[in-house]
């Protein structure tokens, strides 16, 4: 079958075509180029607002093409070295002569008047995505490219079915205006608005759109060709301002594509003399989430430059090889952005080796890529109705609880798995022994439920802050729906500083129960700073421990007077059940996520990674013995059981020199139905000894590098 290609895990490239680039492109070379860099797969942007080849439609084609068919060039060249071709598009902009002979293909503004494009893109209009132009228009197109070309798929860029490109806002054409109607019964908003009652409405509607807009993109290109593979571009939660403003939801678009593209690009945004680093992690949580969702093929792309705003040099190999190696350790596979022509006319090389080495790695071994799963028996919760309808104002604070659980659990060497709140059902829940709920506020009944029933059935579950405080839409309730299950119900939401009075005030949680395993290693101290907001809480039922309080809050300066002689609240800060059924639950009152990831304290990791240990009975699948700053990741096939090692430890950002991680130690926990036998790294394949421990096998890594992949083989009759 045409698809059999996504069966196993890729090597890609994604490459964008300037114009400038078709006055000389060598489609040999860069088929040469790449099969020397091990890729297998080429994805290329051939039809929208460049286009390079020859057509007869209404579609800007590269003033430096001179009638060449670089399409067909670049095709036959792939094949030629056993590259898959994939042709992208992406209609979203409709050049200024296009528009002229069809302006009811643009998308409006309030006032009537066509989006144009960014300023710096020149004479372009935004198209509206319900408009002939992506829809009559692109069949047109697609049949062009089908017709001609003997295509391994077709990838469509994020601008095919998203509802904001380059800038634009709310269309209000009357396709979009008839269709919001039709849909709620009301007119469109005056403005993006995020705290408008009605905001919640049209985000739903534009979900609502976004996904019928891929399941009419898939359902076109089969009709062309019913195996020709369909690909799309999208992103994940991890950058809330694309996934708001498009409005969406990758994974039921996950359900009508038969690859799924989402993007890590950025390492940095630089606007003037300021700048914002992306989470070092984010090619770990999109490869992780979006392989617990979908079945199927997960790309993830990085880009090759500098991103954002140069696109000429490289990353440093050093962080290059460690970012797209999160990838494969986690499920999916990567995918290199490059913006011009074949890597050899690059004018900064030096990235080039990192892409070699690991592609290279993945090739050699594919054996041990292809057909596993995740292993790990924790799970983080991500809810997209809270990302939506919670915190409009700031949806990063829910993003950034979500990575600050991230985060406490890698430097803790706990595998775990990012999952959708659509999976909180009895037959997914089943696979996990603890169910993390970073600050999980919007909560259906049916996920409640799952989760009740889930303790009952001896699971555990760790929630924080506002958990379960609202609806789906983002109403807020009269308590916790989890009320009964933590054994907390809500009063109040306040600063843990109390209320503002312009005093810079600071705030403590103090140790009230030392000896509680929820504690371990924290050492000799009373005190654990509290940041952030929390929940007053008043207990429900018996039996609760609570190891932590609130202590009253008092200034900073001067320091002279900085205390207080008034009594601690004592309101619970962390709250702890045994459950008859085995099962355990821990609430932490407080955003400990949000304030590890934002502001890297180490007790409240300490605390997060505490309270997974204790919750899962402290039989976790994997112990690491190594510098926080090794993610471990365990996958497994059906007689392996795979360690993915990946060094983070480059110092500071971007990453030049890696600092290797030394003597190692990964203790494997027995299980019933798989017994190790051997173990090596695929990187030179040496057998290590197995050391028998109470409850499992050990092995020593002497040294990784960069990146390693430790394999524990099972005895032939292992299941």
């Known amino acids: 079958m045409a698809s059999e290609w996504l069966r196993t895990r890729g090597r890609g490239v994604h490459l964008t075509i300037r114009d400038v680039d078709c006055r000389d492109f060598d489609a040999e070379r860069l088929a040469k180029d790449l099969h020397d860099l091990h890729v297998n797969v080429l994805s290329f942007f051939c039809a929208g607002y460049i286009t390079v080849h020859p057509t007869s439609l209404s579609l800007r084609t590269s003033p430096f093409l001179g009638g060449r068919d670089l399409t067909g060039e670049i095709v036959a060249a792939l094949h030629r070295y056993g590259i898959k071709a994939v042709a992208a598009m992406d209609l979203s902009l409709i050049p200024e002569t296009v528009a002229g002979e069809h302006p009811e293909w643009r998308s409006l503004d309030a006032r009537g008047e066509p989006y144009r494009a960014n300023r710096d893109l020149g004479n372009f209009y935004i198209a509206c995505p319900l408009s002939g132009y992506q829809n009559e228009f692109l069949e047109q197109v697609l049949r062009e490219l089908v017709s001609r070309y003997d295509l391994d798929g077709i990838k469509f860029g994020g601008g095919s079915y998203g509802f904001t490109s380059y800038g634009n806002g709310i269309c209000y054409c009357s396709r979009c205006r008839e269709a919001y109607r039709a849909f709620s019964g009301r007119e469109l908003p005056g403005r993006e608005d995020a705290s408008d009652p009605a905001w919640g409405a049209f985000q739903r509607w534009r979900r609502e759109a976004v996904v019928e807009r891929t399941r009419f993109l898939y359902r076109l290109v089969k009709s062309q060709n019913p195996d020709l593979p369909v690909m799309c571009n999208s992103v994940c939660f991890g950058d809330p301002g694309w996934t708001l403003r498009g409005a969406l939801d990758i994974e039921r678009m996950a359900e009508h594509i038969d690859a799924v593209q989402v993007e890590a690009q950025t390492r940095v945004r630089v606007d003037g003399d300021r700048g914002e680093w992306q989470f070092l992690l984010w090619p770990s949580e999109e490869a992780n989430f979006l392989t617990s969702v979908s079945n199927r093929q997960i790309w993830v792309l990085a880009s090759y430059f500098q991103a954002w705003p140069w696109r000429r040099n490289a990353v440093p190999p050093a962080e290059q090889k460690i970012y797209m190696a999160q990838m494969y350790a986690n499920g999916g596979s990567a995918i290199v952005n490059l913006s011009g022509g074949p890597p050899a006319v690059h004018q900064d090389q030096r990235g080039f080796a990192a892409v070699r080495s690991l592609f290279e790695f993945v090739e050699r071994n594919a054996d041990y890529y292809d057909g596993d799963a995740s292993a790990a028996d924790v799970a983080v919760v991500y809810s997209q109705n809270t990302l939506f309808n919670y915190d409009r104002q700031e949806p990063e604070r829910y993003v950034d609880s979500i990575r600050g659980v991230e985060q406490a659990l890698a430097e803790h060497h706990i595998p775990f798995d990012v999952i959708s709140d659509r999976l909180l059902i009895p037959e997914r829940l089943a696979k996990y022994r603890t169910i993390v709920l970073p600050s999980t506020a919007c909560m259906t009944e049916e996920a409640a439920e799952s989760l009740k029933k889930y303790v009952e059935n001896g699971g555990s579950v760790v929630a924080t802050f506002e958990t379960s405080l609202y609806d789906p839409?983002?109403?807020?309730?009269?308590?916790?729906?989890?009320?009964?299950?933590?054994?907390?119900?809500?009063?109040?939401?306040?600063?843990?500083?109390?209320?503002?009075?312009?005093?810079?005030?600071?705030?403590?949680?103090?140790?009230?129960?030392?000896?509680?395993?929820?504690?371990?290693?924290?050492?000799?101290?009373?005190?654990?700073?509290?940041?952030?907001?929390?929940?007053?809480?008043?207990?429900?039922?018996?039996?609760?421990?609570?190891?932590?309080?609130?202590?009253?809050?008092?200034?900073?300066?001067?320091?002279?007077?900085?205390?207080?002689?008034?009594?601690?609240?004592?309101?619970?800060?962390?709250v702890a059940r045994e459950h008859p059924s085995g099962g355990r639950t821990v609430y932490f009152a407080g955003q400990p996520d949000l304030a590890f990831l934002r502001f890297g304290y180490p007790d409240w990791g300490l605390l997060l990674t505490n309270a997974v240990r204790w919750a899962s009975g402290g039989r976790l699948p994997l112990e690491a013995e190594a510098p926080p700053t090794l993610l471990v990741t365990l996958r497994k096939q059906e007689n392996c059981r795979l360690v993915h090692l990946v060094n983070l430890n480059g110092g500071r950002r971007m990453f030049r020199q890696m600092i290797p991680a030394r003597d190692i130690k990964i203790l494997l926990r027995s299980e019933p139905a798989f017994r190790p036998r051997r173990a090596f790294l695929l990187s030179n394949l040496h057998s290590l000894p197995l050391a028998e421990e109470k409850d499992g096998v050990s092995v020593r890594v002497s040294r990784v590098e960069d990146y390693d992949v430790l394999v524990f083989e099972g005895d032939a009759d292992s299941r």
């Open 473 to 574: 839409d983002g109403r807020k309730r009269d308590d916790f729906l989890l009320a009964d299950l933590l054994g907390v119900s809500h009063a109040d939401t306040l600063q843990v500083t109390g209320r503002e009075d312009g005093v810079y005030k600071q705030a403590y949680l103090n140790v009230r129960l030392g000896d509680h395993p929820l504690l371990s290693d924290l050492g000799d101290t009373t005190v654990i700073p509290a940041a952030n907001r929390y929940c007053r809480v008043r207990l429900r039922g018996e039996k609760a421990a609570v190891p932590l309080t609130l202590s009253a809050a008092f200034r900073v300066f001067p320091e002279g007077m900085s205390y207080t002689l008034e009594p601690d609240p004592g309101d619970p800060m962390l």
